[in-house]
């Protein structure tokens, strides 16, 4: 158990303990807006882009050297969804929130291909 008057500090009277620094130091100090601030570039990021996209197809080659073609391809197909950018305006009120998507969900498209 650790002794709580080690800082200055008892039980009975808990403001007694000297502080190293003052309460003014951690202030929030706003910084005009026309005026850079000291936050990092590219502080705000967002996730990274991983599409799954796959396809099965077949030709047949049919008489007169016409051929057929059928295939299947899925966009999208673990349906992840790609976030955008979250809102970089600090005076909007969805400032820092992601409110659209990128991409759209899970798309099939089925082709059928005849040439001569």
């Known amino acids: 158990m650790v002794d709580p008057s080690v800082l200055g500090r008892t039980i009975g009277n808990p403001d007694t ?3 190293l620094l003052p309460r003014s130091a951690f202030r929030f100090i706003r910084a005009p807006m026309e005026m850079a601030g000291n936050l990092g570039r590219n502080t705000f990021r967002k996730g990274k882009i991983a599409n799954l996209n796959a396809s099965l197809g077949r030709t047949w080659t049919l008489p007169r050297d016409w051929n057929m073609t059928i295939r ?6 673990s349906n992840t969804p790609q976030f955008a950018e979250p809102g970089l305006n600090l005076t909007a009120p969805n400032f820092g929130q992601i409110t659209n998507t990128l991409n759209d969900g899970r798309t099939f498209r089925f082709l059928l291909r005849l040439g001569f």
């Open 72 to 77: 299947a391809e899925a966009i999208n197909l």
């Open 17 to 19: 303990s000297v502080r």
